[in-house]
């Protein structure tokens, strides 16, 4: 197969990996290969099993009717309704966080009364967006974060390379960052104080920063969408081949940089996943001024910092996940973690500000431990694999010599490699065994809302549908990269996240 044919599957092949609908069910065998699938029924055909015209031609029509429906479907109709509709949805959950007591009751009968467009417009015509404070503030944040990716050090790390060859450099000082900005946090706070002010101004105008903030991200990513047509960072770009309204969805480049910052670094570390932590300490602040020390917002907030504080001490392997080595940086990223992360990932924070809930000691300190337990279970698995892959097998898992498969696979410069999958210890609980802790410390984090409203458990119910999605993409990856060892690992472990269910 020559490069380029080559490139322009594997660039169909990311495509693929976003669609809703999987193409593991007969089109491709082990190793992938749909041309080896082809000859075989053209085989069949000739051998005077069907008649030649007549199978051909419905073959024919039926491949032509999926594609439509997958075009349709995926890269249409999907795409421009989440574009449109999630950020009106993170909106209302705003709302009915701060004005309707967390309760989607109170805002269906807001909503009976007239319409939903009718009470957004009502929304957002008692806000003052663009202003100063806003702009301030979000743009601040940017400086910010900016001026310390620049200058805090960090050790280089690289990416995989891509189908086009090119190999993503990264500064790894994500940890520092974090630290730098939680630490400069607490001095804001108490500079404030002094002066009769405090930070939780963000929680009173959170609605202004939100809205703003969705205007800047659908702005921002059409920006990247014609930066990675007309000047693009690397080869790893381009047209998607289905339309305007995919390439602004899906992204037109997989590693845009801007004056030597990594696009997707910035939004996805640098920015929401620093944000949720700060927002998360500016609503436990203003519980603390308004109902003093709750212990439920106590143990939500340890678990969801602690949880933080290990992703920013493993940001090197995020490096290495679907999010950056697969999906471009389009709507899909970045919007989603520039304006839907903030608003719906410390949901549970925003909500016991409004709705404090008293536990008692025995009952919060219980679920203090159980997500304690669930981000070691967590660590571990993370950490098991690590160490098998870099002791080439020769460790124990378990008290036990690790059960592993050495998968071979041919790389993008058409060289075969070796890469180890683990079969045993968490590995061997399921497939995607790392999930499953990360729903269950989401839910011990929202269990101290208690079940009054279910509001609050839309960050569960948002996470369990990502993971679930996103084992799909990944089977389908795998599935393609390892051939018959991906298969081999199926028959071993046969769960894909939850034992003996899923």
Same mark, same amino acid.
């Given at each position: 197969?020559?490069? &380029?044919?080559?490139?322009?599957?594997?660039?169909?092949? @990311?495509?693929?990996?976003?669609?809703?609908?999987?193409?593991?069910?007969?089109?491709? $065998?082990?190793?992938?290969?749909?041309?080896?699938?082809?000859?075989? $029924?053209?085989?069949?055909?000739?051998?005077?099993?069907?008649?030649?015209?007549?199978?051909?031609?419905?073959?024919?029509?039926?491949?032509?009717?999926?594609?439509?429906?997958?075009? *349709?479907?995926?890269?249409?109709?999907?795409?421009?309704?989440?574009?449109?509709?999630?950020?009106?949805?993170?909106?209302?959950? =705003? +709302?009915?966080?701060?004005?309707?007591?967390?309760?989607?009751?109170?805002?269906?009968?807001?909503?009976?009364?007239?319409?939903?467009?009718? *009470? &957004?417009?009502?929304?957002?015509?008692?806000?003052?967006?663009?202003?100063?404070?806003?702009?301030?503030?979000?743009?601040?944040?940017?400086?910010?974060?900016?001026?310390?990716?620049?200058?805090?050090?960090?050790?280089?790390?690289?990416?995989?390379?891509?189908?086009?060859?090119?190999?993503? @450099?990264?500064?790894?000082?994500?940890?520092?960052? +974090?630290?730098?900005?939680?630490?400069?946090?607490?001095?804001?706070? &108490?500079?404030?104080?002094?002066?009769?002010?405090?930070?939780?101004?963000?929680?009173?105008?959170?609605?202004?920063?939100?809205?703003?903030?969705?205007?800047?991200?659908?702005?921002?990513?059409?920006?990247?969408?014609?930066?990675?047509?007309?000047?693009?960072?690397?080869?790893?770009?381009?047209?998607?081949?289905?339309?305007?309204?995919? $390439?602004?969805?899906?992204?037109?480049?997989?590693?845009?940089?801007?004056?030597?910052?990594?696009?997707?670094? &910035?939004?996805?570390? /640098?920015?929401?996943?620093?944000?949720?932590?700060?927002?998360?300490?500016?609503?436990?602040?203003?519980?603390?001024?308004?109902?003093?020390? @709750?212990?439920? #917002?106590?143990?939500?907030?340890?678990?969801?910092?602690?949880?933080?504080?290990?992703?920013?001490?493993?940001?090197?392997? +995020? #490096?290495?996940?679907?999010?950056?080595?697969?999906? /471009?940086?389009?709507?899909?990223?970045?919007?989603?973690?520039?304006?839907?992360?903030?608003?719906?990932?410390?949901?549970?924070?925003?909500?016991?500000?409004?709705?404090?809930? /008293?536990?008692?000691?025995?009952?919060?300190?219980?679920?203090?431990?159980?997500?304690?337990?669930?981000?070691?279970?967590?660590?571990?698995? $993370?950490?098991?694999?690590?160490?098998?892959?870099?002791?080439?097998?020769?460790?124990?898992?378990?008290?036990?010599?690790?059960?592993?498969?050495?998968?071979?696979? #041919?790389?993008?410069?058409?060289?075969?490699?070796?890469?180890?999958?683990?079969?045993?210890?968490?590995?061997?609980?399921?497939?995607?065994?790392?999930?499953?802790?990360?729903?269950?410390?989401?839910?011990? =984090?929202?269990?101290?809302?208690?079940?009054?409203?279910?509001?609050?458990?839309?960050?569960?119910?948002?996470?369990?549908?990502?993971?679930?999605? /996103?084992?799909?993409?990944?089977?389908?990856?795998?599935?393609?990269?390892?051939?018959?060892? =991906?298969?081999?690992?199926?028959?071993?472990?046969?769960?894909?996240? @939850?034992?003996?269910?899923?």
């Amino acid at each position: 197969m020559s490069r &380029l044919r080559k490139q322009r599957n594997d660039i169909a092949h @990311v495509q693929q990996a976003n669609g809703a609908l999987s193409h593991s069910n007969g089109f491709y $065998d082990n190793n992938g290969d749909a041309h080896a699938q082809k000859a075989n $029924d053209t085989s069949l055909l000739s051998n005077g099993f069907h008649d030649n015209n007549k199978e051909a031609t419905k073959t024919d029509e039926t491949t032509g009717i999926v594609h439509m429906i997958d075009f *349709l479907l995926n890269k249409f109709v999907l795409p421009i309704c989440m574009i449109i509709f999630l950020p009106i949805i993170s909106i209302f959950l =705003w +709302y009915t966080n701060t004005h309707c007591e967390g309760s989607f009751k109170i805002l269906y009968s807001r909503v009976q009364d007239g319409s939903s467009f009718g *009470l &957004l417009a009502q929304i957002l015509g008692n806000m003052s967006i663009f202003n100063k404070f806003t702009c301030s503030v979000v743009f601040g944040y940017f400086a910010w974060a900016l001026f310390w990716m620049k200058v805090l050090p960090g050790k280089t790390v690289n990416g995989p390379m891509t189908a086009m060859g090119n190999i993503p @450099v990264y500064k790894n000082n994500g940890f520092l960052h +974090y630290g730098v900005t939680m630490v400069g946090f607490a001095i804001l706070t &108490l500079v404030l104080k002094q002066y009769g002010l405090s930070p939780t101004i963000v929680y009173d105008r959170f609605g202004e920063l939100l809205v703003f903030i969705n205007v800047f991200a659908l702005v921002f990513v059409l920006f990247l969408c014609l930066k990675g047509l007309y000047f693009p960072s690397s080869s790893d770009s381009g047209k998607t081949g289905h339309g305007f309204i995919f $390439d602004y969805y899906w992204g037109t480049e997989l590693y845009p940089r801007i004056l030597g910052i990594d696009i997707k670094v &910035l939004t996805n570390c /640098r920015f929401g996943m620093t944000i949720w932590p700060l927002l998360v300490c500016t609503y436990a602040l203003k519980s603390y001024e308004l109902h003093g020390f @709750v212990d439920s #917002m106590f143990v939500t907030t340890v678990l969801q910092l602690i949880y933080i504080t290990k992703f920013f001490s493993w940001e090197a392997g +995020y #490096m290495h996940t679907m999010d950056i080595i697969v999906d /471009r940086a389009g709507w899909y990223i970045c919007w989603g973690c520039l304006s839907w992360l903030p608003e719906i990932y410390p949901l549970v924070s925003q909500y016991l500000k409004a709705n404090p809930v /008293r536990l008692g000691w025995p009952l919060a300190f219980t679920i203090l431990v159980l997500g304690l337990a669930f981000i070691l279970i967590n660590y571990q698995a $993370d950490l098991q694999r690590q160490q098998v892959r870099s002791a080439d097998g020769q460790c124990l898992v378990w008290g036990l010599k690790p059960e592993i498969i050495r998968a071979k696979y #041919m790389n993008d410069g058409g060289q075969e490699n070796e890469s180890i999958l683990l079969a045993s210890g968490w590995w061997g609980v399921s497939r995607h065994f790392h999930y499953m802790p990360e729903i269950l410390l989401s839910f011990s =984090w929202t269990a101290p809302v208690g079940f009054v409203n279910l509001l609050p458990y839309s960050y569960v119910i948002y996470l369990i549908i990502l993971l679930v999605h /996103r084992s799909f993409r990944d089977e389908n990856k795998c599935r393609r990269k390892y051939g018959r060892y =991906w298969q081999e690992y199926c028959e071993k472990v046969p769960y894909k996240i @939850v034992p003996f269910i899923f």
